[in-house]
């Protein structure tokens, strides 16, 4: 029994790996099985590995950075079958799995021949055909027909049951798919503000990173108020105040030193609303895929996508990365509440501010905060809060709302709302 793997998409697509081993390493790294190579940036170094168990693979992740994905959905460990679709890393190689038996195939090879080559002696031995014979090479040969056919339909079987998943909501994307359509508008935030006491003289300098994503047909970018305003939400020493001093916005595959300028548009009138709109210096024409603002549509058991910065620029330098690229997380939605959007999924400072989209690539919600030392739990402030704060001028938000209204059977907060309670941790 051997396995093939066969590249989807990039330089390689059309090209098939085959292995016949036990267990198949892979990774970035020189020293896996099936190695995509430095280039593969979504690629851990050693990503994950398959295991012949019997008639069975089974694949596992060893913990890699971004995930392993079978048919857009992300596994620690899980059975492999043929014509899986598996993704290492989100965003990164895509290449579909296969299991092909040879011994087989020589062990019907070899009965024909045989059959074959026995019909064939027994008619020269007697000068005339052996109707024995020949009717047992055709029944041979049914056989092997049989097996064929059956193995065909089988196939056939596996790619249509695979349609029928995809066709029962053809809107649903895949995490790759909502990456690549997304990332180019998901911005690393940077945010520089002072501490200046009564007289007014600086006391100290510091900065905040964070993530933002562009609205569609208007250039201004949602995150988090407190990324903008951090000395209202943490408290600062006594007889000082804070004052923003710089704003800056660093597009994906850009350097720090590419970054846009940018200024505050609007902020929510009350700091329990965790929202922030902002307008770069320059037009830009990207914008995330969709918005979706009724969280009626939402519900507990929801797969979502999350793109941000992770950790901001201090991951950019532990990888040793020149440019900012965004980063993918998923998880799923455990509550929707008259506040927020309850997720689990891991979040990190860094990630505050960034988009959450559901399987149609559509935003939900603006990545807040999690709930004390409860990692698992993170927060998310519906994108209708936002859409609050630019509905006087609606030509800004353009056509992607499709015309939408929020749910009459659930209530969504608007400017105003009650005072957070417990420790809501900013990301």
Same mark, same amino acid.
């Given at each position: 029994m051997r396995a093939t793997f066969t590249y989807l998409i990039g330089l390689q697509k059309g090209e098939r790996a085959n292995f016949d081993a036990d267990r198949i390493s892979v990774g970035r790294a020189p020293d896996n099985m099936l190695c995509f190579g430095d280039g593969a940036r979504r690629v851990s170094s050693h990503h994950a590995e398959v295991i012949q168990r019997g008639d069975q693979y089974v694949l596992r992740d060893l913990g890699s950075t971004n995930g392993t994905m079978i048919n857009g959905r992300r596994v620690v460990v899980s059975e492999l079958a043929s014509d899986d679709l598996i993704e290492f890393g989100a965003g990164g190689p895509l290449l579909r799995f296969g299991v092909e038996r040879p011994e087989i195939e020589d062990q019907l090879e070899t009965v024909s021949s045989k059959q074959h080559e026995r019909g064939f002696s027994s008619s020269a031995r007697k000068g005339v055909g052996d109707h024995r014979g020949v009717a047992s090479a055709r029944n041979n040969a049914a056989l092997l027909a049989a097996l064929v056919a059956a193995m065909l339909l089988g196939g056939i079987g596996g790619i249509v049951a695979s349609s029928r998943l995809r066709a029962s909501d053809p809107e649903l994307m895949s995490f790759a798919e909502i990456h690549e359509l997304n990332s180019p508008a998901v911005v690393l935030i940077r945010?520089?503000?002072?501490?200046?006491?009564?007289?007014?003289?600086?006391?100290?300098?510091?900065?905040?990173?964070?993530?933002?994503?562009?609205?569609?047909?208007?250039?201004?970018?949602?995150?988090?108020?407190?990324?903008?305003?951090?000395?209202?939400?943490?408290?600062?020493?006594?007889?000082?105040?804070? %004052?923003?001093?710089?704003?800056?916005?660093?597009?994906?595959?850009?350097?720090?030193?590419?970054?846009?300028?940018?200024?505050?548009?609007?902020?929510?009138?009350?700091? !329990?609303?965790?929202?922030?709109?902002?307008?770069?210096?320059?037009?830009?024409?990207? !914008?995330?895929?969709?918005?979706?603002?009724?969280?009626?549509?939402?519900?507990?058991?929801?797969?979502?996508?999350?793109?941000?910065?992770?950790?901001?620029?201090?991951?950019?330098?532990?990888? %040793?990365?020149?440019? /900012?690229?965004?980063?993918?997380?998923?998880?799923?939605?455990?509550?929707?509440?008259?506040?927020?959007?309850?997720?689990?999924?891991? /979040?990190?400072?860094?990630?505050?501010?960034?988009?959450?989209?559901?399987?149609?690539?559509?935003?939900?919600?603006?990545?807040?905060? %999690?709930?004390?030392?409860?990692?698992?739990?993170?927060?998310?402030?519906?994108?209708?809060?936002?859409?609050?704060?630019?509905?006087?001028?609606?030509?800004?938000?353009?056509? !992607?709302?499709?015309?939408?209204?929020?749910?009459?059977?659930?209530?969504?907060?608007?400017?105003?709302?009650?005072?957070?309670?417990? /420790?809501?941790?900013?990301?």
């Amino acid at each position: 029994m051997r396995a093939t793997f066969t590249y989807l998409i990039g330089l390689q697509k059309g090209e098939r790996a085959n292995f016949d081993a036990d267990r198949i390493s892979v990774g970035r790294a020189p020293d896996n099985m099936l190695c995509f190579g430095d280039g593969a940036r979504r690629v851990s170094s050693h990503h994950a590995e398959v295991i012949q168990r019997g008639d069975q693979y089974v694949l596992r992740d060893l913990g890699s950075t971004n995930g392993t994905m079978i048919n857009g959905r992300r596994v620690v460990v899980s059975e492999l079958a043929s014509d899986d679709l598996i993704e290492f890393g989100a965003g990164g190689p895509l290449l579909r799995f296969g299991v092909e038996r040879p011994e087989i195939e020589d062990q019907l090879e070899t009965v024909s021949s045989k059959q074959h080559e026995r019909g064939f002696s027994s008619s020269a031995r007697k000068g005339v055909g052996d109707h024995r014979g020949v009717a047992s090479a055709r029944n041979n040969a049914a056989l092997l027909a049989a097996l064929v056919a059956a193995m065909l339909l089988g196939g056939i079987g596996g790619i249509v049951a695979s349609s029928r998943l995809r066709a029962s909501d053809p809107e649903l994307m895949s995490f790759a798919e909502i990456h690549e359509l997304n990332s180019p508008a998901v911005v690393l935030i940077r945010a520089e503000f002072e501490l200046v006491d009564s007289s007014g003289q600086t006391a100290t300098s510091e900065a905040r990173t964070g993530t933002g994503f562009i609205l569609p047909q208007s250039g201004l970018i949602i995150t988090n108020r407190h990324l903008i305003r951090d000395w209202e939400y943490n408290t600062p020493p006594p007889g000082t105040t804070g %004052r923003l001093t710089k704003i800056e916005a660093i597009l994906p595959h850009h350097t720090l030193e590419d970054a846009t300028p940018a200024e505050v548009f609007k902020l929510a009138p009350d700091k !329990s609303v965790d929202v922030a709109v902002l307008r770069l210096s320059a037009p830009s024409d990207r !914008s995330v895929h969709g918005i979706e603002p009724d969280t009626g549509r939402t519900n507990p058991g929801d797969e979502v996508v999350v793109i941000g910065y992770p950790l901001g620029l201090d991951l950019l330098q532990w990888t %040793r990365d020149s440019t /900012a690229d965004p980063s993918v997380s998923t998880g799923f939605v455990s509550r929707v509440s008259h506040d927020f959007i309850q997720l689990n999924l891991r /979040a990190y400072h860094g990630n505050s501010g960034g988009p959450v989209f559901n399987r149609k690539g559509e935003v939900i919600g603006i990545l807040t905060g %999690r709930l004390g030392s409860a990692e698992e739990i993170a927060l998310c402030t519906p994108i209708n809060a936002a859409l609050e704060l630019v509905k006087e001028d609606p030509g800004r938000l353009g056509t !992607s709302l499709r015309g939408r209204t929020s749910s009459p059977s659930r209530k969504l907060f608007v400017t105003k709302r009650r005072p957070r309670r417990g /420790a809501l941790i900013g990301l």
